[in-house]
């Protein structure tokens, strides 16, 4: 432990003495920051259909399925999407709404539920924080609704439940949702893939292969 | 390239060959020649499309650099910050001056977790300090999982670029190492076949092996997270599945809030990979109950970081996010691929950063190894002024060998010596003009040019030809012009 602590002293007196013409105390660093020039996109230009119809093109762009529905038909839409999966296994977070858990499928409702028994199921159904039109990301902070990393990882098929309300054109317009830092956050921009091999762009190496997403319209309502 | 016979890692700048040796087996192969250029090819025209429609792109790159200079000027007051919330959260935060140290701190957990396994996300901090090789040594198994590094892993290969590491290899070269190692003989060259055959061979060591390594490509000072950037969601399996986890970070990688998360991530998939996203980010905070490991290490490198923040000049190195758009755009790095640098970091930033990590004790070719065209700071999402570090570097490389005493009649130093002589007085540059033209006429051809010369003259020709001394010099012709006007 000894060699620890003083490495830890080591690299600091080294790191404070070749600042030590640059550092600044607390409130001089503190104004630094805020006055850090910042002239990039923050807000985005476009109305809310158009960003929403970007957010479905850069879905389709990545291979994600996309469906459109409104909160009455939802359940329906849900059922719809996991029929054509033709998968009969799902895993869920524990607090999704019981309608949407249509019936003649096999459950799993995660309360902790072991990686094995994860890995035993074809599907995961999440809801999700966020989404950023700009790139097709789709950010989970794996709330009770959005379940824990892990279930949305080793499943094979992943549904995504989105509301539109949901949806912000900029990545920076989703950091200004995010009252309080999140302890996680998982960003999903398209299934899984790699282009190691001749830049060849392949879908699903670990991560789920299939994406679908189903944007409800909870904005017109109101 | 595999490893040598001496079991010497060849991506070691204390034992790798000096940059202009290293090229030659390259530039004689094209195959692998072929398959770089390849690659940067498909690169460069996705990253020139995406950046091209962002219309912020500059401005983006302004925030970075300045943001990113604003954390290293404060470096010692946000590593403070990142420990001190990192450690509220549940992770344990160790420092390793370093490489030597930093893979004893691994080990050292390692043994206490009894690990005879390891799985691993792709890691620049865990390559720089070798510790593969290391761990093998102590009789710990490590898994590389994202599909280069297994490529590179399975055929005993070394990386060459440091976000595609296995461009070089292209899919019948995957085939053979797959089919070899994996013992599939009815493996096809089809990129997706390979790719799952990968997910095959991984599925069953990230559901058991409990312990994982990762690098981090960012710190967020404000709340001790960890943030990693990948495509495949191998990372997400590391970072999710195991019990115990440990990130090797290097301590400039820090950024002061959540929020400062928004310019760098714009700018690095783009920069990479020419996604407008790369398809997993994963942002964890120390230890989450239920969620994910239980017990969270992170190592914090200096490893002659440090000693680059002491430079004014050269600070700016250490900005970097590691994306790779300057060797994608070198036109060094196209023709010879990232071996001949000798360091698992090669292009531009390489040969700026590695000489500079070894406090320019190894690797002082490097920073010869550009034509300083600047296309790599054009590229650079932060900014890094790399001609200008390049030139710096080379100062200092040849002040050091000046004051040498082995190189004081090396021919280059001595004919420079000799040239600073002759051009401060102007009696013996015209003398030395006139032996010059007798001397060289010697090997000056019919043609009016010299295709040959002997010893440090050498240098020049052997790779291109030099036009004959002219017969008049300008100062003659100017006197002659002079005298007939009269």
């Not at chain 2, 090789?133 to 102590?138: A, E, H, R």
């Not at chain 2, 690797?363 to 390049?390: D, F, H, R």
Request: with cysteine; charged share 25%.
């Amino acid at each position: 432990m000894t060699t620890a602590v003083s490495s830890r002293k080591k690299i600091y007196d080294r790191i404070r003495s070749a600042t030590k013409s640059v550092a600044k105390n607390d409130a001089a660093r503190a104004e630094a920051y805020a006055a850090l020039p910042r002239p990039y996109v923050h807000t985005g230009q476009l109305s809310r259909k158009q960003t929403l119809d970007l957010m479905i093109e850069r879905l389709r762009e990545y291979e994600a399925g996309v469906t459109e529905t409104t909160p009455a038909e939802l359940p329906a839409a849900i059922a719809q999407k996991l029929a054509a999966s033709g998968h009969r296994k799902f895993v869920v977070p524990p607090a999704l709404p019981a309608e949407w858990l249509a019936a003649g499928y096999e459950w799993k409702v995660d309360n902790g539920l072991a990686s094995e028994e994860i890995e035993t199921a074809e599907g995961v159904v999440t809801a999700a924080f966020c989404a950023v039109a700009d790139s097709g990301t789709i950010v989970l902070h794996h709330s009770a609704s959005e379940g824990r990393r892990v279930i949305s990882l080793l499943p094979d098929f992943h549904l995504c439940i989105l509301r539109t309300s949901q949806i912000v054109e900029t990545l920076p317009e989703y950091f200004r949702r995010c009252a309080q830092p999140p302890a996680l956050a998982t960003t999903i921009s398209g299934p899984s893939a790699t282009a190691d091999i001749e830049m060849t762009r392949i879908k699903g190496v670990h991560g789920p292969r299939f994406l679908e997403v189903i944007l409800v319209n909870d904005e017109e309502a109101r | 390239m595999s490893h040598s016979a001496s079991n010497q890692p060849i991506l070691d700048p204390r034992h790798a060959l000096p940059f202009p040796k290293a090229v030659l087996p390259v530039l004689r192969n094209p195959q692998l020649r072929k398959n770089v250029a390849h690659a940067i090819d498909v690169i460069q025209s996705k990253r020139a499309k995406l950046v091209a429609e962002k219309t912020d792109w500059q401005e983006l790159r302004t925030a970075a650099d300045a943001m990113r200079m604003h954390v290293l000027e404060n470096l010692g007051a946000y590593l403070e910050q990142f420990e001190q919330r990192c450690t509220e959260r549940g992770g344990i935060v160790h420092w390793a001056a370093d490489a030597d140290e930093a893979r004893r701190i691994v080990l050292d957990i390692l043994r206490e977790e009894k690990a005879s396994e390891v799985i691993k996300i792709k890691t620049m901090t865990s390559a720089e300090i070798q510790l593969n090789p290391y761990l093998d040594t102590n009789g710990v198994k490590a898994y590389e999982t994202d599909l280069a590094e297994i490529i590179l892993q399975l055929g005993e290969q070394e990386p060459s670029h440091i976000v595609v590491p296995a461009l070089h290899v292209n899919r019948s070269q995957v085939r053979e190492i797959f089919s070899r190692t994996m013992g599939l003989k009815d493996l096809s060259d089809e990129p997706r076949e390979l790719t799952n055959a990968a997910r095959h061979y991984l599925r069953r060591k990230f559901l058991e092996i409990p312990t994982a390594i990762s690098g981090a490509n960012f710190l967020v000072a404000e709340t001790g997270a960890v943030a990693v950037v990948e495509s495949e969601g191998n990372g997400r399996m590391c970072l999710t599945l195991p019990k115990a986890m440990i990130t090797i970070a290097g301590i400039e990688k820090v950024l002061p809030r959540f929020q400062d998360l928004e310019v760098v991530l714009q700018l690095l998939g783009r920069s990479a990979t020419g996604e407008r996203m790369n398809p997993y980010n994963s942002i964890w905070t120390g230890v989450t109950p239920g969620d994910g490991p239980e017990r969270f290490h992170v190592i914090l490198l200096d490893n002659g970081r440090s000693s680059i923040l002491a430079s004014e000049h050269e600070r700016q190195t250490l900005k970097c996010i590691r994306c790779a758009a300057c060797m994608n755009a070198c036109p060094v790095y196209r023709q010879t691929g990232g071996h001949a640098y000798g360091s698992v970091y090669p292009g531009p930033i390489g040969a700026i950063l590695t000489p500079q990590l070894m406090q320019m004790n190894y690797a002082q070719s490097l920073p010869y190894a550009s034509s300083l065209c600047g296309a790599c700071y054009e590229v650079c999402p932060v900014k890094i002024n790399i001609p200008e570090v390049l030139l710096d570097l080379r100062a200092q490389v040849t002040n050091r060998e000046r004051k040498d005493l082995k190189r004081f009649f090396d021919p280059m130093y001595l004919g420079l010596r000799v040239a600073n002589l002759l051009f401060s007085r102007a009696w013996l540059f015209h003398t030395a003009q006139f032996f010059g033209r007798i001397g060289l006429g010697l090997f000056t051809g019919s043609d009016g040019w010299i295709h040959w010369l002997p010893s440090v003259g050498g240098k020049w020709t052997q790779t291109r030809d030099l036009r004959g001394l002219p017969s008049q010099t300008f100062h003659e012709w100017w006197a002659a012009r002079n005298k007939e006007a009269q």
